[in-house]
């Protein structure tokens, strides 16, 4: 089983920068697609960006565009995401995620889930 740990999430203002790591571990994950989710209280969990094993192929959730960029270092086991011009809004547990298939637009095929980090935006 593939292990998936965040890291990253913090305390920031408005306007502030954060990156986001999730070190794959376990039984390798090659060719799995893999993406960001965040879940504020009282909402449901949003895709925020997936990305192919080969990162040539991104999604990103159209109020993140511009903003946000998903990368990952395969030698690493590990996935990014930098997080720019941060907003309120965007205050929320951010999990990383993996999709066995490799089809990084196939969200229910997600299924693998780390325990997630925690991001607040302060205005």
């Known amino acids: 089983q593939v292990r998936l740990v965040e890291s990253g999430g913090g305390l920031v203002q408005a306007g502030d920068s954060l990156r986001l790591s999730c070190a794959a571990s376990?039984?390798?994950?090659?060719?799995?697609?893999m993406g960001w989710c965040r879940q504020a209280p009282g909402k449901a969990r949003e895709f925020v960006a997936t990305i192919t094993w080969s990162g040539g192929n991104k999604y990103y959730k159209d109020s993140v565009k511009g903003r946000f960029t998903i990368s990952k270092d395969n030698a690493k086991n590990t996935m990014y995401l930098q997080m720019d011009s941060l907003r309120p809004e965007d205050t929320a547990v951010y999990y990383c995620?993996?999709?066995?298939?490799?089809?990084?637009?196939?969200?229910?095929?997600?299924?693998?889930w780390g325990q997630g980090t925690q991001v607040t935006v302060s205005s």
């Open positions: 376990g039984r390798t994950s090659s060719g799995y697609a």
């Open positions: 995620t993996a999709n066995p298939s490799g089809n990084y637009l196939e969200l229910f095929g997600y299924s693998i």
